[in-house]
């Protein structure tokens, strides 16, 4: 019996072993980011001074595979320095992908994006992502501990600039209030899905990014977590840009301008009071948060 069960167990190793390679060549096929710009940085001084958005959406069109139909088709959108736009849509609308095509996970298939009125093909992707900061919907937190957790991307982060992170997302009392403060290792403590996500907050706030993608949570987030969620917006937008995917309509509210997606493409940009008078699917959306008329909405506003 005992040779028998040890072969078994050696050719379950050795299948193991076999898939484990398998999955190790489909991860080295995959092609690689350019390190480097594509064309060279052309020097225009009459546009380095012209203020510029920030981001801007020139026709852009995308797919995810060569077989599936456009995402996203002709879009023109500029995000101003400054400020905090809102993108709402149905679901599957195409939100998702326009962060994608910020972030430069998918290349558009027509059009182009630019960063400070350059093109992204001028940029390296790390130039690019330097200056931007994701929030994703379902906040990941990477093993170890908060304190790693909150310098993920800024490892060199002092004290004192953690502190302020984890006081502006309201984390700070929390944390004051675990036996190893910030050295407590996540998986040890609950942390709850408005904790995950003010830890993704404050990681995203840490040394403060020119823009901040924030594709908020569609579950149902504590009244805490929205109030920090809110004040770290509207701090931000006052002196850099915000873009919210919004699923809240106290988001939605709260924005300086509203993009209204529908099917890929931009169906109508303004404020809520300008959307709410023209737009026939905006007014539907903002029903569907529960919200008929403007006396509900200055209910809520004031909440
Ligand atoms: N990784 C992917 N591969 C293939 N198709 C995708 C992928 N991601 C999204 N799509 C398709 O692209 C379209 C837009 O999706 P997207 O995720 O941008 O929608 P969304 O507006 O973010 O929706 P939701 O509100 O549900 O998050 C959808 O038709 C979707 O099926
Ligand atoms: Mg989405």
């Given at each position: 019996?005992?040779?028998i ?12 072993g ?22 060279a940085?052309?020097?225009?001084p009459a ?20 077989d599936?139909?456009p ?10 320095r ?19 095509l910020?972030?430069?996970?998918l ?46 991307a800024h490892p ?47 990681r ?37 840009a915000?873009v ?35 737009d ?24």
């Amino acid at each position: 019996m005992g040779p028998i069960t040890e072969l078994t167990q050696n050719v379950t190793a050795l299948q193991a072993g076999v898939a484990a390679a398998g999955r190790i060549r489909e991860v080295e096929a995959i092609g690689v980011e350019p390190s480097a710009p594509t064309v060279a940085p052309r020097e225009d001084p009459a546009r380095e001074t012209r203020p510029a958005p920030v981001l801007a959406f020139r026709g852009v069109t995308a797919r995810y595979g060569p077989d599936e139909p456009p995402a996203v088709r002709g879009i023109d959108l500029d995000i101003p320095r400054r400020g905090h736009t809102a993108v709402v849509g149905p679901s599957g609308a195409g939100k998702t992908t326009l962060f994608s095509l910020i972030l430069r996970f998918l290349e558009p298939e027509h059009g182009e994006l630019l960063l400070d009125g350059r093109p992204y093909r001028a940029w390296s992707h790390e130039q690019v992502r330097a200056r931007l900061a994701y929030v994703e919907q379902e906040t990941p937190v990477v093993p170890g501990t908060i304190r790693d957790n909150l310098r993920f991307a800024h490892p060199d982060a002092t004290e004192a600039e953690l502190r302020e992170v984890l006081t502006a997302v309201q984390l700070d009392e929390k944390v004051d209030s675990l036996p190893d403060g910030l050295d407590t290792p996540l998986s040890s403590t609950e942390v709850s899905g408005g904790q995950r996500q003010r830890i993704a907050l404050a990681r995203a706030m840490l040394r403060t990014p020119e823009v901040l993608l924030l594709d908020e949570a569609t579950a149902q987030l504590d009244g805490l977590t929205e109030a920090a969620l809110h004040e770290c917006i509207r701090q931000r937008a006052a002196v850099g840009a915000v873009v919210t995917i919004a699923h809240r309509l106290s988001t939605v509210l709260d924005a300086d301008r509203i993009v209204v997606l529908d099917g890929g493409r931009i169906r109508a940009q303004g404020t809520h009071r300008e959307l709410l008078a023209a737009d026939d699917l905006y007014r539907r959306l903002v029903e569907a948060l529960r919200i008929a008329a403007d006396r509900d909405v200055a209910s809520v506003a004031t909440v």
